[in-house]
């Protein structure tokens, strides 16, 4: 066996010898299978590394592209319209949701599966606007959209309905911001919904549930709806949205890597004495 | 180039969110003092070293600087989650993870960003000979880990990284 060094083989598979040093080498390699072996491993090791890296960067060039969206038009709109719209939006995702089945089985409260044109229902819209008034509960209502705006509060609110912690994750790194939650309804137990929009596109939306199941992320979806279901601490996840699938895995990713939050405690009402008490601290 | 920029910062700490975090600083230091930039030195180049300045000048200020090096498995993990299909290689993660910064970054240097032995050690303020024996020194032993093959004997064909007495 030729004795070349490491330093020289690895010179060699990074190309950094003289075409001189190359065809040298070269010629020895045709002659030494045991050389021939190392330089095929060192080529490999570095095909790997340049893979790993690649893979790096692609998935900075999703975030930088889903960050730097431009805003449209009449983004800023008058409070009574946004929380119309708002509204609005909460319902197509909930329809949207419903169509695509949460990735539980929908029922009604009693515990029957609905059929999509069951109950005498004859219209499409009907029967799907049906399974979304099944997921609808009076808690629905009671995180009000005038809350919204105090996410400590909507998370508080969110984790005493669910008696569990749950992620509330802030995705404005992703380019998603913060819209609404709200409590739906399934099989009597709650459903909890965020809601959150890009600069463009529908909504993407993150659902909890009390539950167990793999604490996998399973990629799946419906029609256009892409998902990715997990389960940690109890709690069964549900991330939906018209999104590309990488992104929406790279977004699941982070929520399921985010550590589980403290438990949270009721934030204060404002009054004097607990303005000046924080304001002593 | 912010793509790269990026990627440079999360492989230098080891977390997307850190990295983004670590950019964001080095990038308002860069326009802060980009009379420091010579006119002919490559941008990006440039913008790498100043990223890794940044860091270090971070680091220094720290209590525990060791303690601040220290990377999270699982957030590491993360940084190579680049589609949902895609394969992930664990052996080659885990030994990324397990390199010292500067390693780690002149395996990113020079096989991420194709860049030469001499523009590498301008980023990492080290000469091109430091760069090609860390080179040496990783490459064959990822090499020898993927292929279950014996590390190779130092006396036989390994060159000392530093003179004696002097280790690092």
Known sequence: MTELSDELLVAYVDGQLARKQTRAVEKVLDQDDVLAARVDALKHAHARLEAAFEAILAGEEVDVSAASAPVEDGIFIPWRIAKMALAGIGIAAALALAIAGYGWPLSLPGGSQIAPHAAGLS???????????ALLSRQSLEVGLESQANYDLVAFQLAHILETNLKFPNLQAQGFHFVRAQVLRYDGVPLIQILYLAARG??????????????????????????????EDGVSYLLAGEVDDALLMRIATRVKLEPAPP?????????????ALDTSR | MLPRLKRFADVL????????????????????????????????????GEIYRHWLHELRDHADPLARAKIDDARF???????????????????????????????????????DHGSAGRVLDVSPDTIAARLVRITAGLSDQLSDRAPAQAAATVEPLYPEGLSP
């Open chain 1, 123 to 133: 219209g499409d819209w009907q029967a799907d606007a049906a399974r979304a008034q």
């Open chain 2, 77 to 115: 993990g993360a940084l190579f989650h680049a589609e949902q299909d895609s394969y992930l290689d664990v052996p080659v993660i885990a030994f990324l993870k397990s390199l010292p910064v500067q390693q780690r970054l002149t395996l990113l240097l020079v096989y991420g960003e194709g860049f």
């Open chain 1, 202 to 231: 529908g909504p993407l939306a993150l659902y909890a549930k009390k539950g167990e199941g793999s604490d996998t992320l399973t990629p799946g979806r419906y029609g256009t709806i892409r998902t990715v279901t997990w389960a």
């Open chain 2, 13 to 48: 700490v080891g977390d997307r969110d850190e990295g983004a975090s670590l950019l964001g600083r080095a990038l308002q230091a860069m326009l802060a003092e980009q009379h420091r930039y010579r006119r002919g030195t490559a941008l990006d180049v440039w913008a790498f």
């Open chain 1, 263 to 275: 438990l949270r405690s009721a934030p204060k009402p404002y009054t004097p004495v607990n303005d």
